[in-house]
């Protein structure tokens, strides 16, 4: 078959029938029904109506999705909602993109919306969504949750999609911007659906955020982690002399504190972008982590980490001999909190080496231990 078409369902007894009727009018179609625990009869009509019916245990929109991907045997898979809101009538429309080969997948954006179909919340979360989507991912796409989808197999076997729930629909075009797939957008309508609808505006909304912010870490650690040490750094370096006046208010040591946590705060957060860059970089190769793995080695950021703090705990021992030298007088501590920023960041350092070093390690095992989208279909058959 040319096409594999991939219905979702689960209780949807009065609209599967009406779907299988309409897909079967298009030739080369395989069509395949993931039955998601459904109580109701439409395991019993999508068979009848002449569906390849296949069960997924485990509960989920995305769940169900991924087994269907699993089944399809098609050049190009779609997926399509089995509620009768996506007119399947103008899949051509689709097709007539998908076909030309230039693009990896192909999307329905609901544009002409039939009636109320959607809630204000829906609306708004789309939107929204959609927007971060654009912005983290740099991928021109308005509807970002639209469920009705022309793939290439091999677009598809590039991926290694994770979410079992309706994140599914935006961690895809996730891993099809990090993979520098080309989407493309064709307007269709959106019609009101049979029946009580399964998605919660405010869980689900919050899942996709989620997700974005998961596979976006300079989104989420790199700018704020840069923020807070460069932030920190302003009243070490300013009160580092002694106290500074600003319109007749007196800046003395206690600044000094709080720029001291948000740079130990704020590195920590840089370890994490690393970190989190690195194990993305296991699933998306990175150019720049092949880069920064190739430099950096064990030796370097041990030899760094103890460089450090050496420099800050002798930065404290000449603020104790100072104050032993005046037989316990008072002294000024603005360079012993230097002292100690600096040793906590050396042993953040020196450890973070180490982890890094095995995270390098796991990074080689990982492509040598990959496994095909062809292979783990085979061995989900099995």
């Known amino acids: 078959m040319k096409y594999s078409l991939v219905f979702p369902c689960k209780d949807e007894e009065e609209t599967i029938g009406i779907c299988i ?3 079967k009018k298009i030739k080369d179609m395989e069509i395949i029904v993931v039955d998601n625990n459904s109580i109701d009869d439409s395991a019993k009509i999508a068979r009848y109506a002449g569906a390849t019916v296949v069960k997924e245990q485990i509960q ?18 779609i997926m399509c909602d089995a509620d009768d809101t996506y007119d ?24 002409y919306l039939s009636g109320d179909v959607m809630t204000l919340t829906h609306k708004i979360g ?21 469920g009705f989808r022309i793939i290439k197999r091999d677009a598809l076997e590039k991926m290694r999609l994770q979410t079992d729930g309706m994140d599914l629909a935006s961690e895809m075009l996730m891993q099809a911007a990090l993979l520098n797939m080309k989407v493309k957008e064709v307007p269709i309508h959106y019609y009101a659906r049979k029946g009580e609808s399964k998605l919660r505006s405010i869980p689900d909304g919050w899942k996709h955020l989620r997700l974005m912010l998961l596979y976006s870490p300079n989104n989420l650690y790199l700018i704020p982690g840069l923020l807070l040490m460069l932030l920190g750094m302003v009243p070490l370096i300013v009160l580092m002399f002694g106290p500074v006046k600003i319109l007749d208010i ?13 740079i130990i705060v704020g590195y920590q957060i840089l370890m994490l972008w690393l970190y989190t860059r690195i194990y993305i970089h296991n699933i998306f190769p990175d150019k720049l982590i092949l880069r920064i793995l190739s430099k950096l ?9 103890l460089l450090l703090t050496l ?7 000449w603020i104790l001999f100072l104050w032993l030298s005046t037989q316990y007088g008072r002294i000024d501590i603005r360079w012993s909190i230097i002292g100690l920023t600096i040793m906590i960041l050396g042993i953040q350092t020196f450890f973070a080496s180490f982890y890094l ?3 390098g390690i796991t990074e080689n095992l990982s492509f040598s231990s990959r496994k095909s989208f062809s292979s783990r279909k085979i061995s989900n058959r099995k």
């Open 357 to 359: 070093s095995i995270l």
């Open 21 to 23: 009727s309409k897909a």
């Open 126 to 146: 789309n939107k929204l969504l959609s927007g971060v989507l654009r912005t983290f991912y740099k991928i021109k796409v308005k509807d970002s949750h639209s």
């Open 88 to 111: 399947l009538e103008e899949l051509p429309k689709l097709m007539k993109y998908a076909r030309t080969g230039k693009y990896d997948i192909v999307m329905g954006q609901r544009k």
């Open 297 to 305: 080695k064990l030796e370097q950021g041990v030899i760094l980490g």
């Open 250 to 262: 007196s800046f003395r040591i206690h600044p000094m504190f709080l720029g001291s946590m948000m």
């Open 311 to 317: 420099l800050g705990v002798s930065l404290n021992l």
């Open 60 to 77: 989920g929109y995305g769940a169900a999705l991924k087994r269907g991907f699993l089944e399809a045997c098609g050049d190009y898979v």
